[in-house]
């Protein structure tokens, strides 16, 4: 069979993992996305319900942001109104950025990008797993999980 993740072929006994609220047969290397699940519920699991796969690419925002946007802005030497004034945005919103209350919105994201010349993002490669629940033909669960390609 082929690892539920990433596609590629099981050899010898998969792992089952659970993520969010899905069971999956996964590959060694995928086995870390998940908890491990045990032997009594890997029988009850038995019963294979088809998945939807989908996969996307996506830019996500780092999750250390707070940090890189005020080294970057205090190894230029200003403060946190100079770097409203240059990118034109409040300078409360810039404070709250860098307490890591609210997240940049795309386009204060890139405004900052620029001036600071950082990069606030990062390439991952988003899988969503969905279980069809055979009876009603409606979604079930939907595990997401995010590697870093
Ligand atoms: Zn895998």
């Given at each position: 069979?082929?690892?539920?993740?990433?596609?590629?072929?099981?050899?010898?006994?998969?792992?089952?993992?659970?993520?969010?609220?899905?069971?999956?047969?996964?590959?060694?290397?995928?086995?870390?996305?998940?908890?491990?699940?045990?032997?009594?519920?890997?029988?009850?699991?038995?019963?294979?319900?088809?998945?939807?796969?989908?996969?996307?690419?996506?830019?996500?925002?780092?999750?250390?942001?707070?940090?890189?946007?005020?080294?970057?802005?205090?190894?230029?030497?200003?403060?946190?109104?100079?770097?409203?004034?240059?990118i034109k945005e409040k300078a409360s919103l810039i404070k709250r950025i860098e307490r890591g209350k609210i997240m940049p919105e795309?386009?204060?994201?890139?405004?900052?990008?620029?001036?600071?010349?950082?990069?606030?993002t990062t390439h991952i490669e988003k899988i969503e797993l969905t279980h069809i629940t055979p009876k009603t033909l409606t979604l079930?669960?939907?595990?997401?999980?995010?590697?870093?390609?």
């Amino acid at each position: 069979m082929n690892c539920e993740i990433c596609g590629t072929e099981i050899k010898g006994i998969p792992h089952r993992i659970k993520i969010d609220r899905s069971e999956l047969s996964v590959c060694n290397n995928c086995a870390r996305y998940g908890e491990a699940i045990t032997t009594v519920e890997t029988k009850k699991a038995r019963a294979r319900v088809p998945m939807l796969r989908n996969v996307y690419n996506i830019d996500e925002v780092i999750s250390n942001y707070p940090e890189v946007i005020r080294k970057a802005r205090q190894t230029r030497n200003l403060t946190v109104e100079d770097l409203a004034v240059n990118i034109k945005e409040k300078a409360s919103l810039i404070k709250r950025i860098e307490r890591g209350k609210i997240m940049p919105e795309e386009g204060v994201r890139k405004k900052l990008e620029q001036f600071l010349d950082i990069k606030l993002t990062t390439h991952i490669e988003k899988i969503e797993l969905t279980h069809i629940t055979p009876k009603t033909l409606t979604l079930g669960d939907v595990a997401t999980i995010k590697r870093k390609r």
